[in-house]
Nanobody, 120 residues
C-alpha cells in the first residue's frame, strides 16, 4: 500500500557530502512525519533526523550542525543533506514514513536502506 524509494547513498571521503532522497508513494492520505535512521552491524537502528508534517525537526546529537533534513510535501519526498561526513557516519540509512493511508489506518513504513560509506 505504501512504497518508499531511497537514493543517494554511496562512498565518500571524510569531510565530503552526500544527499539522500526518499520518495513515498501509494494510498497515502496524509503524512505525519518522515525521517532517516541508520544501522551498523554492531548497533541497533537509531534515529538520525526526523521532520514532522508541521516542519518541526529533530536530530541525533552526533549529526547536529552537519546534517539537514528537509521535505517536499508536493512530492512526498524527504531529503537528508549530509555534510562534513565522518567515518563513524558509515551505516545503512533507512527512510521511515509515519502516515495515514486511504483506509484510515496508521502505517509505519521503512525503505530498503541505502549504504553510506565514509573513508578516512
Amino acid at each position: 500500500q505504501v512504497q518508499l524509494v531511497e537514493s543517494g547513498g554511496g562512498s565518500v571521503q571524510a569531510g565530503g557530502s552526500l544527499r539522500l532522497s526518499c520518495a513515498a508513494s501509494g494510498s497515502i492520505f496524509s503524512i505525519n512525519a518522515m525521517g532517516w535512521y541508520r544501522q551498523t552491524p554492531e548497533k541497533q537502528r537509531d534515529l538520525v533526523a526526523k521532520i514532522t508534517s508541521g516542519g518541526s525537526t529533530n536530530y541525533a546529537d552526533s549529526v547536529k550542525g552537519r546534517f539537514t533534513i528537509s521535505r517536499d510535501n508536493a512530492k512526498n519526498t524527504v531529503y537528508l543533506q549530509m555534510n562534513r561526513l565522518k567515518p563513524e557516519d558509515t551505516a545503512v540509512y533507512y527512510c521511515n514514513l509515519e502516515a495515514t493511508i486511504a483506509t484510515n489506518a496508521e502505517v509505519d513504513a521503512w525503505g530498503e536502506g541505502t549504504l553510506v560509506t565514509v573513508s578516512s
